[in-house]
């Protein structure tokens, strides 16, 4: 099978299984938000994200590491599994031993349990890391898909019933911790013809892979903070009831770089793997891949930050209304930090993670001290504007110093590839501001609906007509999926 074909097939299967969960994601965060009280859902977006953070020391890069060597050896991937189980243990350790503190912290003697609960899943992600690595490095994305999204329905299952009898936020960490141990021993079954594993372990055998592992590690834990600190901003400042509606905000707005970017990234990397020495078809498909990230994107962005009001009063009760603003403002923010997204499968490629590392850091120190002041002064809306701020500077610092001075690719012709999307989204977005001002805000069900049936409908009639380069190959994409006809031939 080409190239292609491969990242075509891979692509539609996680596409399709990263798309029903994140539906089930999201009708789970819309029922428990109804059936929970708001300091209750606070403390279900308060241990997502400790389990986040913490959970970065589960993989420590052996993923990236695994995928990335052409030929690895026994001794190797047993070492790297021992390895890996050691730092699942360690992080379960951590999360397990500060869960008082951070309880404390956060003024929340519930969250206690949570956390005590969840951190067990940390093992069994960490058992499961070399298993799943093998099986995206050979492509095998139906079986990841369809395990994935099983998982996660039972996971959804068990937190909506504990949440329904109980009217408590601990089957959410119950449901989390089930779904990660059947999750691991799925990867285990379909993996053991892959790769071999035995009760050995060399120092020496994993030395060289540390170094690529400690970047990954590093560059990861600084992207997991850069993404949680706001919620730790909110619940320590603010208070915690506060944090689930931030969660609700952070979610939604952010629920294309969580969920479906990933789909593309993860087929991207071991695709790019394999013309990693091919210089220029390496920058060709970089730009390329690129283009059709921005293509399918660009008006997701847009749209959400358009129909926030109408969707918030729709799905969610009053006590929610206040993340209005702090949905539109993520919105914003979440694209300048997606388009950043594609280089990091490159400097993987290219061994530079450190670079990543910097600019995470850079994010780090700005996002941590503007949404700090931002918290203090205007409250959530505050720390939502601290994180917009932060990421148009490192969008500014990836676009010089990564895409043009280390991958070596024309600024213009990575200008292009973001900006003409941006140019086909225009007819959608004067389209939905007209009726936005034309219709009563006191429907939002027919507000919601017919804004985002025109949006979709004017966005898709745009690319079709478009005699854009660009659209074209992001056509041609799009009929390959979907296997039709294509008048672009």
Same mark, same amino acid.
């Given at each position: 099978?080409?190239?292609?074909? &491969?990242? %075509? /097939? $891979?692509?539609?299967?996680?596409?399709?299984?990263?798309?029903?969960?994140? #539906?089930?994601?999201?009708?789970?965060?819309?029922?428990?938000?109804?059936i929970l009280d708001e300091e209750s859902f606070g403390i279900i977006s308060a241990a997502m994200v400790f389990i986040s953070i913490i959970g970065v020391f589960t993989n420590f890069g052996i993923g990236n590491t695994i995928i990335r060597t052409q030929n690895i050896n026994i001794i190797?991937?047993?070492?790297?599994?021992?390895?890996?189980?050691?730092?699942?243990?360690?992080?379960?350790?951590?999360?397990?031993?500060?869960? &008082?503190? %951070? /309880? $404390?912290?956060?003024?929340?003697?519930?969250?206690?349990?949570?956390?005590? #609960?969840?951190?067990i899943s940390l093992i069994f992600l960490s058992l499961g890391q070399c298993h799943k690595a093998a099986l995206i490095k050979q492509l095998k994305f139906r079986v990841l898909s369809l395990a994935n999204l099983g998982c996660t329905a039972l996971a959804f299952l068990i937190s909506i019933a504990y949440a329904w009898y109980y009217k408590s936020p601990v089957g959410v960490a119950v449901g989390f911790t089930i779904s990660n141990v059947i999750l691991c021993i799925i990867y285990y079954i379909y993996a053991r013809n892959i790769i071999e594993i035995s009760a050995v372990f060399s120092y020496s055998s994993i030395k060289k892979h540390l170094n690529l592992c400690f970047q990954s590690f590093i560059d990861s834990i600084m992207n997991a903070i850069n993404l949680n600190i706001a919620p730790i901003v909110v619940g320590k400042i603010i208070g915690i009831k506060y944090l689930g509606g931030y969660n609700i905000a952070n979610t939604l707005s952010g629920f294309t770089s969580a969920k479906l970017l990933p789909v593309l990234y993860q087929v991207l990397f071991p695709s790019l793997s394999k013309i990693q020495n091919e210089e220029a078809r390496l920058k060709k498909v970089f730009l390329d891949v690129s283009s059709v990230i921005y293509f399918s994107i660009t008006?997701?962005?847009i749209g959400l930050y358009i129909i926030a009001d109408p969707l918030i009063k729709l799905f969610f009760d009053e006590k929610w209304y206040f993340i209005v603003p702090v949905v539109k403002i993520l919105s914003v923010t979440y694209y300048f930090r997606c388009i950043c997204g594609p280089y990091m499968s490159v400097l993987i490629l290219k061994g530079k993670i450190y670079l990543s590392t910097i600019s995470n850091l850079l994010s780090l120190l700005l996002f941590t001290t503007l949404s700090y002041l931002g918290g203090k002064y205007y409250g959530v809306n505050g720390v939502a504007l601290g994180f917009f701020l932060s990421q148009i500077i490192v969008f500014?610092?990836?676009?010089?110093?990564?895409?043009?001075?280390?991958?070596?690719?024309?600024?213009?012709?990575?200008?292009?590839?973001?900006?003409?999307?941006?140019?086909?989204c225009i007819p959608m977005v004067l389209i939905a501001l007209f009726i936005n001002l034309t219709l009563s805000t006191s429907y939002p069900v027919t507000q919601f609906t017919i804004i985002l049936f025109v949006s979709v409908i004017i966005y898709c009639i745009t690319i079709?007509?478009?005699?854009?380069?660009?659209?074209?190959d992001f056509k041609k994409i799009v009929y390959g999926l979907l296997k039709i006809h294509n008048p672009t031939k």
């Open positions: 099978m080409s190239m292609k074909k &491969e990242f %075509i /097939s $891979s692509t539609k299967w996680n596409a399709i299984s990263t798309l029903l969960t994140a #539906i089930l994601g999201l009708v789970q965060l819309w029922a428990l938000s109804h190797e991937i047993s070492s790297i599994f021992i390895f890996g189980i050691f730092l699942g243990f360690f992080a379960w350790a951590v999360l397990y031993f500060s869960s &008082e503190y %951070i /309880s $404390s912290q956060l003024h929340s003697e519930k969250l206690n349990i949570q956390l005590k #609960i969840a951190s008006p997701m962005f500014t610092f990836i676009l010089y110093v990564i895409v043009y001075k280390c991958i070596d690719i024309n600024i213009l012709d990575y200008l292009y590839c973001v900006l003409t999307p941006l140019i086909h079709v007509c478009s005699p854009s380069r660009k659209s074209i």
